[in-house]
């Protein structure tokens, strides 16, 4: 008997045997069949509840396939600066906090971006330590990739003129040598080593919290990626698992482990996709470069505005050693490669380490390249031939286009090539990168599909011959999703057997205007059968 039948919707089921179907049946967590109204009414009992759904559109229930959930969550409290136009608005926000916070409070702050201020200068701690002088202060740009810091962090994290760069980190300094607040990738790690950890229960709360933010968005699942080392890897692993324990955790959870546990993860037997439909082991992370934004993305050529080509962070031959290890004990990986020299020498490493893929690869999560944003045209095709998957994130090319521009030139056709890597038969997962960006899963649908601002410009797109359809979209929120996780025969399509995650859409992303699609608000999202998210009438 059905506990939920859901009728007169339009269902895109992403099952070709169920190409019209209206209506759906669920029974303990799972699809418990699809079809006509008729079909699905004819199963009723008097038990069985029965919602009208007006004609909606229904759609799998979404994956953000690149998310920093633990992460976000944590900074539900923090300042949020994404929206500040100048150096003076992120200076009134820290003095406001700074006021308001007991004397050596920590201040964190995250999202700024000089690049989009009326004036893009680069802030240092100069411009902190005048508004906060006892409380440290870090601020993290918006790429997660560098951050500022005050003179009072400084000195608590042990930082001066003597302290060497670590390794796969740059400690950026004045003119005599200082640091002047400003640190690059792994340096940052200097200073969230002495910054105070969050309670267990403070921290289980707001991951529940996020989870509902989550659900009104329609996603029912997460690939949990860490920023970058620390012990944030075992501290969120931890917290996945006491809500999993407690059956709090209402998203399908695949977590990543930071690459520098391969080693252990390998001696312990622990594989990826260990787990179960709630929670799951995913792979390990790695860093091959930085990010474009503070110029630390790995390129091929100079920069078109620097002197330089950015950097690696972690040496190429560690990482081939380490998915050489995680390959051969059934771990897989998730490396990020931002640059074209990161995407490249990535790719050599995989075409050295894996076999031509023969289409016969199991159903464990496949390795997979986060972000590939910047390639070139005969790197595009190379990763089908291995099976990898290209988790890509579209809501960053609208933010990023003018600085993409400045920074390559005509080298950014090559930019977010969504078009190219699917047409070249790679698998497309497609997320967010939260905080970095909203975790709107259509707004970014509808970047992928327009490649525009909300304003509608570039007026055809930029760079228009890389777009994706809303399907091929929608595909990357849900099946690509789930094939990157080996999670195909459980998620992904609204296919019976499969687990009972769905959203309906109070509009049709396949028929408003594409500019529309980013305002779509979500009716309901139902996840493992159950209604974790109505919205109310009016």
């Not at 008097?46 to 944590?74: C, M, N, Q």
């Not at 899963?441 to 410009?457: E, F, K, S």
């Amino acid at each position: 008997m059905p506990s939920l039948i859901l009728y007169n919707g339009k269902l895109h089921t992403q099952d070709e045997k169920y190409p019209n179907a209206t209506a759906i049946a669920l029974r303990d967590g799972r699809i418990l069949a699809v079809g006509s109204d008729a079909e699905m009414l004819a199963l009723a009992q008097a038990k069985t509840e029965k919602k009208d759904l007006g004609g909606r559109r229904v759609l799998p229930g979404l994956t953000d396939s690149h998310i920093h959930f633990y992460e976000w969550a944590l900074l539900s409290k923090v300042v949020m600066l994404d929206d500040t136009k100048s150096l003076a608005q992120l200076q009134a926000r820290v003095e406001d906090a700074a006021e308001n916070a007991k004397t050596g409070a920590w201040i964190i702050g995250q999202g700024w971006n000089q690049d989009s201020w009326d004036e893009p200068i680069t802030p240092t701690k100069i411009d902190l330590d005048e508004i906060s002088p006892e409380n440290p202060v870090i601020l993290w740009r918006k790429d997660l990739h560098l951050a500022l810091v005050n003179s009072a962090a400084l000195v608590q994290a042990g930082i001066d003129e003597k302290t060497p760069d670590p390794q796969m980190g740059v400690i950026q300094r004045d003119k005599n040598g200082e640091p002047n607040g400003l640190m690059n990738e792994l340096a940052i790690n200097l200073v969230r080593a002495v910054m105070p950890t969050t309670t267990e229960t403070e921290t289980d709360l707001a991951m529940q919290k996020s989870m509902k933010d989550l659900h009104k968005l329609g996603i029912t699942g997460v690939h949990d990626f860490r920023i970058m080392g620390g012990e944030g890897g075992t501290l969120a692993l931890r917290a996945f698992q006491r809500l999993r324990a407690k059956n709090l955790l209402k998203l399908r959870s695949l977590v990543m482990l930071p690459g520098e546990f391969v080693e252990q993860a390998a001696q312990t037997g622990i594989m990826s996709g260990f787990g179960d439909d709630f929670l799951r082991i995913g792979g390990i992370k790695l860093f091959a470069d930085g990010a474009l934004g503070p110029r630390t993305a790995w390129m091929l050529k100079n920069f078109e505005d620097t002197d330089h080509a950015g950097m690696p962070l972690t040496p190429m031959p560690e990482i081939a050693e380490k998915i050489a290890i995680a390959e051969k004990v059934g771990i897989t990986t998730a490396i990020h490669a931002i640059g074209t020299r990161a995407v490249r020498e990535l790719l050599d490493v995989y075409e050295e380490v894996l076999d031509e893929d023969d289409g016969e690869r199991d159903a464990r999560p496949k390795h997979r390249i986060e972000h590939v944003q910047h390639s070139t045209p005969e790197d595009l095709t190379r990763l089908s031939r291995f099976n990898l998957v290209a988790s890509v994130q579209p809501l960053h090319l609208t933010e990023d286009m003018d600085m993409v521009n400045i920074a390559l030139g005509k080298r950014a056709r090559y930019t977010y090539a969504f078009r190219d890597l699917l047409d070249a038969g790679t698998i497309l997962a497609l997320g967010s990168d939260c905080p970095v960006v909203s975790p709107n899963p259509y707004l970014g649908i509808q970047a992928a599909v327009t490649r525009q601002r909300d304003d509608g410009t570039p007026a055809e797109g930029w760079y228009p011959s890389q777009r994706l359809t809303v399907a091929e979209a929608v595909y990357g929120y849900t099946m690509g999703a789930a094939i990157v996780a080996g999670t195909e025969n459980a998620q992904g399509s609204l296919t019976p057997g499969k687990v009972a995650d769905l959203v309906v859409l109070e509009d049709d992303i396949f028929e408003i205007p594409p500019l529309e699609i980013g305002k779509t608000q979500v009716k309901m999202t139902i996840f493992d059968g159950d209604i974790v998210f109505m919205r109310k009438d009016g």
